[in-house]
């Protein structure tokens, strides 16, 4: 049974204004029912793409791809209210920063409902008593206090329920998550990290979620797709990257992260080098600089290397 | 309560703080307090390094902050070699500073940005007296951007040009660069990406090693203070609920919330 | 823009070409334009307008300055200090003296100085100077409690530093943009605070020339010879334009700057 293909993104490349290349022809995939991962650092370019999907890319960056297609519209060819329309009723965002996306003056209960009217033909009544369901859904067990308080009373916790609960109001096809627990404390984190992963199971909605940490990734997500300086290095399902990783940047970071299992004395295993300034890949592979099997032709073409269905990483030499 | 005489390097006795939140109108007295700490008692000796781990509203910055002397507690009290710093005199209190030094979680935040890399990493030398001479200075700070693996043409930067990595091992040069005994990293690598993380981390190891330091390392990472601290304290709301060795605290927690931490932190 | 009109005003700051108090009786009243040799035309007693507006800008320029830089430099002290030692009861009187004086309307408080310590140039540049200590010393005070959570400040502390480097090595940097966007501001505001004062007799004394002072003396022949306020008058709104202006300018060079 060929699974819907929710995201079905080819060589998408984004620049500035001056035409420093933020993000150098990536290709992602994500079928239905999916939790796919987007593992990089600080310029990888994996929040860029994101907001590229969310329609929130800021002005002053222009992107173009040989295919953009989410939920079988195509953003090549859709105009920019469509898009919009497209991104309010069928995309659920949920931040990094629990705040930024709650307006502080106005009640919760009137933020979570507004887009939800603005899609809908519901009225007033029926959007609220919708909106009491998903509070309670997501955790919060004294709705009606929650939905009366302003989003300064709440907790970073709380607010990013609050978030979630407003990305799903309007039965969301797709939820683009970015950083959602970095601003949030370790035991909270996977309080909603579970609640994720539960509208995942329930209702079959594929989650993106973007993060920093492969830890996180690793206990979350089905797939994984690791980003460096804009480009991809390698994209694998979980057990694979985890198991087999191919790419040495990969294998760094996973040798990176201290586990609880290192012994004493031994030394943490550490990329040299500084984060690439992101733009300054320049032809070839973005983590040549770092490597430590670096070679001449990494300093031009990169590879694409199949290792097994839905495992490839792109490098030149072989592992 | 008689303190028994401090035998440690560096301890603090029943440290409570409380911010005050509101105020009566008139009259000015307190009336809704936030606690941060409530009666926390912790030492440290000589090339320790000493783990503090909690969540954020745990007090643990609040604590390394009282305890290097950049706060005040509202009860209990702090000692550096025996002696209360509230009751040193300003040479001794000079002593303590240059002692107990910081490293903050925000690199380029903790240097002021219209200053240039040597000018930050010399700054303490003027500040603690403990040297004047130009061309001394001058040397000391390349030797110290040698020890934390700069290069000396760093010096004339500004932070703003530096990365988060660099930034941070130039906090690092500067606090080094008075010889402190002690150095309170306050989530020092919780900023920076992981594959720097692990340079940071270990260039501070070896600093220790060499210098024979001790650490306070406050962060909220389990992964982090494990492979940093020797002696680890475990944090909640102000108070500590638990210590011991990191094979101890991580491995077999006894206290719920020690669980409860190490449970839903994704370090394996 | 600005820049044009700040090199307009420096070039005007060069000398007169003829004396601008030697009067010419003879020529009395000459409109401007009408006698090549006085450009601007002459006034009453016959003195050639252009010198005399040349000539009153050099006081005008004198007091304005001199006053600004004093009263900056006492009000920015009196900030930083109540500043630096929020937590004594020092800083409370410091800010409150200050609100006192801010209370009072800039000409009145002029006129009481004035009165105190007599008409002429020095009273006018006590006067104006007294009147700038309040915005000095209330935006180095707002700027120094507001930088004060910066991280390198608390850092700093952490190897001891003295309340006196932190104030200038540290805090300065920082609050010098706005301090010179304000200062030039107050350049404009002094210079209308001290042409009303000459205009009232308080400031600079006949038979020198100030731009106040000649609108005095065009009142009362401004029926007939309309140009003999109008060229002060001009000369004024200028300098004050221009001087707005650059302050404008320089804000929006300098925050540019630290927004890169």
New interface residues.
Partial sequence: MAEEKVLDIENLTIRTQRGRTLVDGISLHLYKGEVLGVVGESGSGKTLTAKTILNLLPENLSWEADRFAVLGADYLTLGKKDTKALVGQKIGYVPQNTGSYLHPMIRIKDQIIDGYLRYTKNNRGEALERARELVKAVGIRDTERLLKSYPWQLSGGMRQRVNIAMALMNQPRLIVADEPTTALDSTIQMQVLDLLKTVNDLYETPVILVSHDLGLVKYYCERIVVMYAGQIMEAATVEQVFSNPKHPYTRALIKVIPSLNIKKGERLAEIPGQLNAVGTAGGGCAFKERCSFRQEACEYTIREKTVADNHYYRCNLDF | MAVQPCRHLLCGHDISKAFVVERWPIIGKPRKQFTALEKVSFHIDEGETVGIVGESGSGKSTLGEILGGLRTCTEGSVHYKAVNIRDMNRNQFRVFRRNVQFIFQDPKGSMHPYFRIRDIIGEPLKTLKLCSDREEISSLVEEMLAQVGLDKDIADKYPGQLSGGQCQRVAIARALIVNPQIIICDEAVSALDVSVQAQILNLLKDLQRKHRMAYIFISHDIGVVNYMADRIVVMNRGSIVETGTAEQVFITPTHPYTKKLVASSFVN | MTAMVVGLFLLSFVYTPHDPNEMQLTMRFIGPGENPRYILGTDYFGRDILSRIIYGSRSIVLVSFVAVTLGSVVGSLLGAVAGMVKKGPLSAIIMRAIDGLMAFPGILLAMMMVAAIGKGQEGAIVAISVFMIPPFARLVYSLILDSET???I?????????RC?LLFK?YL??LLPRLITLFTACIGTAIMIETSLSFLGLGVQPPHASWGLMLNEARQHFLQYPYLAMTPGIAIALSVLGFNLLGDGLNDALSKRRSR
């Fill in positions: 910066h991280l390198f608390k850092a700093a502390s952490s190897y001891n530093i003295s480097r540290h940097p920082l």
